[in-house]
């Protein structure tokens, strides 16, 4: 038994000492196996934030037939409806491409870029129909707006672009490294 456990200890030792040394473990392979820890996180937020938006897109549905309706709010239905079919992309396309990099499947990517650009382009329309025509929409029914109130909007406006924006590069910054990933495994399989 003793010699068994010299055995076992014969691989930590040096060739000359009796006392065991400790070696640094050589690093793992990445090329194989999971992805990295961050496209995963980032995959499950995205299913997370791609699944709430269902429930908003039936509301925006609702709002599209509200300023069909009302000819008074024209100004508002062209980048209302380019925001619901951006954030319709984004909510498919989202949920397409987390289950895929889930499953580790190397097309997933294809659907998270195309979920990048109509985020790209849902921001894009959401910061013009709020900078553009809220003053419109507000001085077709001559509603005073305070300025306190002005402001409000403007800062919840900032903030929301802000956090869209830390969202999407860290998206892009995932999929950059799924994609990197993916060929990983497909050299080290070749």
């Known amino acids: ?18 006392e065991p040394v400790l070696r640094p473990r050589r690093p793992r392979d990445r090329s194989t196996g999971t992805p990295p820890t961050f496209v995963t996180v980032m995959a499950i937020i995205d299913l997370i934030f ?9 509301l925006s549905a609702i709002g ?13 239905l062209v ?3 380019i925001s619901v079919v951006a954030e319709a992309l984004i909510a498919a396309c989202g949920i397409v491409a987390g289950i895929g990099m889930l ?9 998270g870029w195309v ?7 849902s921001l894009g329309s959401n910061i013009f129909s709020t900078l553009i025509t809220m003053d419109v929409n507000l001085s077709q029914f001559q509603v005073q707006q305070s300025e306190a109130a ?3 909007a403007y800062v919840g406006l900032v903030g929301t672009v802000l956090f869209r924006l830390v969202l999407l590069g860290c998206y892009i910054v995932a999929l950059q490294m799924f994609t990197g990933w993916i060929g990983k495994t497909r050299t080290a399989e070749a």
């Open 1 to 18: 038994m003793v010699e068994q456990q010299r055995e076992h200890l014969d691989d930590f030792l040096d060739d000359d000492s009796e």
């Open 50 to 58: 791609c699944t709430l938006r269902i429930p908003l897109l039936i």
């Open 64 to 76: 599209i037939v509200g300023i069909l309706s009302n000819p008074q709010l024209a100004t508002a």
């Open 79 to 81: 980048p209302s409806l």
């Open 103 to 111: 499953m580790k499947k190397p097309w997933a990517s294809i659907p």
């Open 115 to 121: 979920a990048v650009v109509s985020c790209v382009i």
């Open 150 to 152: 002005r402001i409000g």
